[in-house]
């Protein structure tokens, strides 16, 4: 197995060193939210919020790959009807969103929601900024599920 020595050169400065100790520190998240049921083999979880947020590695990545779960990759831009509509068509059933998507999703509309079966949902998970108290209710009664906050904790905190 390759080690790190063997792929990234010695820090030379704290930012090096930052970089290092992501790589060869053992991962955090991964293990827990696998083992707590977060992340099933079963799941299609799709991180619909900004792939280049650090998050994405430690809570949505590895934790994907480790449960043997599937992952949906889109690179398009933010359209409320095709994110709906991946939602149904690949049958997500763990969304992870910022703050701003569920925005933008609660300005569109309940009727937005409405057109789709979004019964695979199990639950979301926002990254990022915490949504306001408002804005989850709405996002639990609009679109059906528990929506949990992410906000850097290796444990998800309910909201």
Do not use: C, K
């Not at 998240?29 to 696998?34: A, H, K, M, P, V």
């Not at 709906?84 to 969304?95: A, G, K, L, N």
């Amino acid at each position: 197995m390759a080690q790190a020595s063997d792929i990234v050169s010695e820090p030379t400065d704290e930012v090096s060193a930052t970089v290092l100790h992501h790589l060869t520190d053992p991962p955090r998240y991964d293990g827990r939210l696998t083992a707590t049921g977060w992340h099933r083999p079963t799941d299609v979880v799709w991180y619909a919020a900004d792939s280049d947020w650090i998050t994405a590695d430690p809570s949505v990545d590895l934790p994907t790959l480790m449960s043997g779960a599937t992952a949906v990759v889109d690179e398009g831009e933010f359209d409320v009807d095709r994110w709906y509509s991946i939602v149904e068509r690949e049958r997500v059933t763990v969304w992870y969103l910022g703050a701003d998507d569920l925005r933008w999703l609660r300005w569109a509309g309940a009727e937005a929601a409405e057109q789709h079966d979004l019964m695979s949902l199990r639950h979301i998970i926002t990254v990022g900024e915490p949504p306001s108290s408002r804005l989850l209710t709405w996002a639990r009664e609009t679109l059906g599920v528990p929506v949990y906050q992410n906000s850097h904790d290796p444990a998800l905190v309910p909201v």
